[in-house]
């Protein structure tokens, strides 16, 4: 049986690869995988446009499209106990915990969020659900490696060389393809807080008037003149945050080989208890890896064609897109490997949505097979850099969508060389 489930996976990979190569490809690597979702916060103005905004922007493109359905949740309803809120505070006394989250203050809140999240991903076994999609699993518990087939690049030529009787070499290289495919699995859970500037500057125009009454009077008059100009610049508009918070599917040896002995099926051989023991079972884990936050000034124009709305969602795409960039570059699991697009001149499809402004270095990256294994390695071949005069602004712009029009420079170009050819992967370096 084993046997046969390792033939169909190789007969299914050997299948796509054909199919790819009837149709040009710019380069074939793998990607990392992606879920996104949102936390229910409190109302806030335009909540419904802003939530609207990121459930309907267009998926992040340097990862596949790893979407479970689950798109939002409410940490109220996973509330800490005093114990999990000693671990965040450290305090002596638990005691000191009983009073209510309110009394905490929004410090406290936003110190909470990310133990709340992981007590939803944990309670709502969201990373089971992500493994079950990269089996495809069914209703009736049977799993297959569809999709693992699809997003697995391999040597055609190596796998031609396999065969049936060739079983030891077929585990070893679904192995090596579930530990860098499935390993590289992710969860962005984002933030919103939407105010409108107005209240908030009126607040420090009062504090500042205040702090300025004693004030000789000769100044006073200037002094208030110019607290009431800096009040009238920053009361238009409204204020957009995003905090995003950045999970990392487990998958190691240990978890991949419990996998396949203990839960893993296929149609042929249905077993109930395997799957209720994979509907309950706490192996799956998503782990923290960080957070990073963006903010934007959201203002509008009598020379604006666009909608309030429309500004609205624009400015929080941008601003999502921004935190995803501030990711990358924080946290090297979460770095994308990018294919260079020509060589001569050295460009690539990335850009200003990246977070690129000019200068940033990048590893260039071979990427080898072993013949025998199948095994994918990096190799470092050189360093090249953004050129700050000719980079990519492929940051969300409906209106050019909306008119076909593309933009002069479709590409960013960077220097450091002429050995460099298309194909070639590149990741940022810190």
Known sequence: MKKNIYLSAFLLVTSFIVNAQEKPLDVKYRRSSL????????????????LNAFNNAPFPDKYNDHQIGVKSFNPNNYPLTNEEKATIYKQSK??????????????????????????YLAKEKIANK???????????????????????IFNASFLELKSAESSSDGIYLLNTAGLELIDNTFVVINKFNFVANEPIARAIRDAAREAAKDTPALLLDKVNKG???????????????????????????????IFNTELYM??????????????????????????E???????????????????????????????????????????????????????????????????????VLEMNQDPKTGAITYKNIGTIKVDKNLIWDNTYNPTNEENNSTPTIDRTTFSGGSKFYPGL???QIK
């Open 425 to 427: 992967l590149i990741k």
């Open 293 to 363: 936050s963006a903010s934007g000034l959201v203002t509008f124009s009598l020379t604006e064609k666009r909608t309030e709305d429309q500004i609205i969602e624009l400015s929080t795409i941008r601003i999502v897109d921004n935190v995803y960039a501030k990711l990358q570059k924080k946290y090297d699991v979460f770095k994308t490997k990018t294919p260079l697009f020509t060589g001569n001149p050295i460009t690539a499809k990335i850009g200003k949505k990246e977070g690129l402004e000019g200068g940033e270095k990048f590893e």
């Open 35 to 50: 879920h996104t979702m949102v936390v229910e916060t409190d109302k806030f103005p335009k909540k419904e446009v802003v």
């Open 266 to 291: 296929e149609k042929d051989s249905l077993d109930p208890k395997k799957k209720l023991a994979f509907d309950n079972s706490d192996l799956f884990k998503l782990e923290f890896v960080g957070e």
């Open 94 to 119: 638990l005691a000191s915990f009983a009073k209510s989250t309110a009394g905490l203050g929004t410090d406290s809140l936003s110190k909470e969020l990310p133990l709340k999240i992981q007590k």
């Open 130 to 152: 992500l493994v079950a999609k990269w089996f495809n699993r069914q209703p009736d518990g049977s799993f297959d490696y569809t999709l693992i087939a699809e997003r697995g």
């Open 227 to 257: 607290i009431d100009a800096t009040y009238e610049k920053t009361k238009e508009g409204y204020s957009i945050w995003a905090t995003s918070y950045l999970y990392k599917l487990v998958w190691d040896e240990t978890t991949a080989n």
